[in-house]
């Protein structure tokens, strides 16, 4: 194993752990009462585990169809990539279904903060992956790059807050 193949290794440890430290810190902000856990009632619990199932299921069937694939074409990713693609996929379902489904806000979350922190993630993402672009490093030769995995994190907030947007307009038409 090289050096680079090392220290990138670490780095993504490292980027992992500093990620899950900081969602623990997020939790605790953008719940009212300041617990790392939020509190839903029994509706949302049960549609939350369909949201989860769907969600289980799209990362298994993408996982699937890339196996399919990289058996017989070389797929132009890295692997983080390549791996990376199926989870935001199943984070996409499972977050999508409980938004429309009314089961994604808990009952002691700050909205407001949560919106803020949507926007703050979405949009350092994307200037990431705009600098990675520019720089050349997003796709290079022919083959996404690491960084392509800020791109695909930013259009998963995007998204996330287009379905969100689209409920809050289903539900005033609604209640007009």
Request: charged residues 15%.
């Amino acid at each position: 194993m090289s050096n680079l193949q090392l220290g990138r290794m670490t780095g993504l440890a490292v980027g992992i752990v500093v990620g899950l430290i900081l969602v623990v810190v997020i939790m605790r902000a953008v719940n009212f009462n300041h617990k790392m856990k939020t509190e839903y009632d029994e509706m949302q619990r049960s549609i939350r585990d369909r949201g989860y199932k769907y969600g289980f299921y799209t990362i298994l069937i993408v996982e699937a169809l890339f196996c399919v694939v990289s058996s017989g074409m070389d797929i132009p990713a890295v692997p983080i990539v390549v791996h990376f693609i199926p989870i935001f996929l199943g984070i996409v379902v499972q977050a999508s279904y409980c938004i429309w489904n009314n089961a994604y806000v808990g009952l002691n979350i700050n909205m407001k903060r949560c919106i803020i922190v949507a926007v703050a993630a979405s949009l350092i993402n994307f200037l990431a992956a705009f600098l990675a672009w520019r720089s050349g490093t997003l796709i290079s030769g022919h083959v996404i790059q690491a960084p392509f995995v800020n791109l695909l994190c930013g259009v998963m907030f995007a998204i996330l807050g287009l379905v969100a947007l689209f409920r809050k307009a289903a539900v005033r038409e609604v209640e007009e």
